[in-house]
């Protein structure tokens, strides 16, 4: 066995490929898109990469790729949470520990040129990404941008040393099971507000930039205080923002507002995995792109992907109208299912706000940290 530095473009498609090879006779698993995961990983391209860096190994047996890994580490993370840690993400591997174990060697030996104190994943690249570990729910496919793998995968980690730092929950809830209440009382909830200068709408799709500047404001005071938190700076939550324009419906971005100054957002995405799940290997061409926007019509699940309002404003129901409004506007649409994710297993606000209208977790992933004191 040996392990590998890819450094060039071919060894970067092998990167990105081989997932599809390793769980290619599991129903549940969804290729990511090749061309977003080439931007994600392209220096050029992810502003990620401005100030922070990563290097991605792969792991060949017999002259066959049976593992992949990402070292990360992140600067700006370290300095807004006063901590110097490495990360690893994007961590795919077979079922046995010693290849896990020669990648994971990989990693620490990399972060330790930081001086870093700890390692901490997976992130892909950070929580603003793709991040956490799928420890419950294998027998559900992965809702759009959010993760999937093996169960065995904690079970390497586990042996290595590593140990639970955070729970991120989903939770979905169909239209058969939802409480109606929220949304039966949400006109009495806006008129309340109004009278006090707060009012809820829709994103306005002709001022888009405008929108996006004031949801970036609200993303970072509405989560500083967040475990895991760091902001994004302007160019990754514009490249965020660019990502998704392809997709946002209006009626899933929320906007909350008191006297014209924006306070809170909720952004709901349409679940497209429903249709890249059958798109060969991440592929949008030459007919993956045809499947994509034929398919988007009939999508009939959607992702709360985003729901935060500026703390000043908590618990005054601007988030029950929030899930109201998406609510109603789902079913209109003919949407019957909706996952709210990641949920911090301890956002005592939040997951009691989805359990009122009986939402269910269904999903657990897990975020894990290995002390470099340990033994490994």
């Not at 061309?35 to 002259?63: D, I, M, T, W």
């Not at 990360?87 to 020669?102: H, M, P, Q, R, T």
């Not at 924006?262 to 890249?276: S, V």
């Amino acid at each position: 066995m040996k392990i590998i530095a890819v450094t060039s473009a071919s060894q970067q498609k092998k990167f990105i490929d081989f997932p599809h090879d390793l769980y290619a006779n599991d129903p549940n698993y969804v290729p990511e898109l090749f061309v977003g995961q080439r931007e994600l990983l392209s220096e050029k391209k992810n502003p990620f990469f401005q100030h922070s860096k990563a290097q991605c190994y792969l792991a060949y047996e017999n002259n066959k790729i049976v593992g992949r890994i990402a070292a990360i580490y992140n600067r700006n993370y370290n300095e807004y949470a006063n901590r110097n840690v490495g990360f690893f993400g994007l961590y795919d591997v077979i079922d046995n520990y010693e290849v896990s174990k020669a990648l994971l060697d990989k990693v620490v030996d990399w972060c330790k040129t930081e001086k870093v104190t700890a390692i901490v994943g997976p992130t892909n690249f950070t929580t603003n990404d793709t991040a956490g570990l799928l420890v419950e729910g294998y027998e559900y496919s992965p809702t759009v941008m959010m993760v999937y793998n093996k169960p065995y995968y904690l079970t390497h980690l586990e042996q290595y040393g590593f140990r639970k730092t955070k729970d991120l929950l989903a939770y979905e809830v169909t239209e058969s099971e939802v409480n109606m209440k929220s949304v039966k009382i949400a006109g009495m909830l806006q008129e309340r507000l109004a009278r006090k200068g707060i009012t809820v709408r829709e994103a306005n799709m002709k001022k888009l930039n405008e929108e996006i500047a004031g949801v970036r404001d609200i993303y970072r005071s509405a989560w500083d205080k967040n475990w895991g938190f760091v902001p994004a700076t302007d160019a990754e939550f514009d490249h965020l923002a660019e990502g998704l324009k392809l997709i946002i419906d209006p009626k899933f971005v929320q906007i909350a507002e008191h006297e014209g100054k924006m306070i809170g957002f909720a952004l709901a995405i349409p679940d497209i995995n429903q249709i890249t799940k059958d798109i060969k290997k991440g592929r949008l061409f030459p007919t993956g792109i045809f499947k994509l926007l034929m398919g988007k019509g009939k999508i009939k699940k959607i992702r709360i992907i985003l729901l935060g309002v500026v703390e000043e404003y908590r618990k005054m129901g601007v988030e029950g109208i929030f899930y109201a409004r998406i609510i109603s506007n789902g079913l209109a649409k003919g949407v019957h299912t909706a996952e709210a994710s990641w949920i911090l297993e301890d956002n005592e606000m939040m997951n009691k706000g989805l359990q009122n209208i009986n939402a269910r977790v269904t999903k657990r992933y897990r975020i894990l940290e290995l002390p470099l004191d340990s033994d490994v």
